[in-house]
């Protein structure tokens, strides 16, 4: 399996553009979730979604964020619009089943200017 | 909520030593704990999960304790080498919600 796949994997934008983060998680896996990593805050949960329905999304930060599961095999993260603020690493991480072991994807480097 | 400390924050040890890395968390009713790396500019990978009922793992020179009933994880790595360096972070899961410490960056010096 190629693993966690997320484009692109760097994004260099505008402040107020739009922004859509791809992920595609391990096949089979059945939990998925988005994170953001900054060097003030670490590591953040912002939603994450089980059977391709978000259980949790008290992680995303205001309504500028979005994110959606369509199918199992693809997610989204939308930023509309986009901050200065939101510039950080957005990683996809899934997993299979309640508990088991988590596999990240690389990573998308958002840079808002 | 839980709450996941590592200390130290940095570590810098010279080759071939032994050393542990600590990882704390506050509420004891896990489902299981992963170790991770991560490297510069790079996704976190993976080296260890262990499972609530166990107290420990291993894969090659790494070993990971869980004492739930204290809150701590250890993460013993035997014989470091330069290429061990990284930083290392601790993920406590309870059911589907991950939480992670702030890491421990580590080098080893040749």
């Known amino acids: 399996d190629a693993g966690v796949i997320q484009s692109p994997r760097h994004e260099v934008t505008e402040m107020g553009q739009e922004v859509t983060l791809r992920c595609k998680p391990i096949s089979g896996h059945n939990s998925l979730f988005w994170y953001r990593q900054t060097m003030m805050r670490g590591l953040e949960l912002l939603i994450y979604?089980?059977?391709?329905?978000?259980?949790?999304d008290s992680g995303m930060p205001e309504d500028r964020f979005s994110a959606k599961m369509p199918n199992a095999s693809f997610s989204t993260l939308k930023i509309q619009p986009s901050e200065p603020r939101d510039s950080a690493v957005y990683f996809c991480?899934?997993?299979?089943?309640?508990?088991?072991?988590?596999?990240f994807g690389p990573g998308t480097r958002l840079t808002v200017l | 909520k839980q709450e996941v400390t590592q200390i130290p924050a940095a570590l810098s040890v010279p080759e071939g030593e032994n050393l542990v890395l600590n990882c704390s968390f506050t509420d004891s009713a896990i489902y299981n704990l992963q170790w991770f790396r991560q490297d510069p500019g790079k996704g976190l990978t993976s080296l260890l999960l262990i499972q609530s009922s166990q107290r420990e793992q291993t894969s090659g020179r790494l070993n990971a304790s869980l004492d739930k009933s204290s809150g701590r994880s250890t993460l013993y790595i035997a014989a470091s080498q330069p290429g061990d360096s990284a930083t290392y972070l601790c993920?406590?899961?309870?059911?589907?919600?991950?939480?992670f410490g702030t890491g421990t960056s580590l080098t080893v010096i040749p």
């Open positions: 993920a406590v899961c309870t059911g589907n919600q991950f939480y």
């Open positions: 991480a899934s997993i299979l089943g309640g508990g088991g072991e988590q596999f």
């Open positions: 979604f089980n059977n391709n329905v978000p259980i949790d």
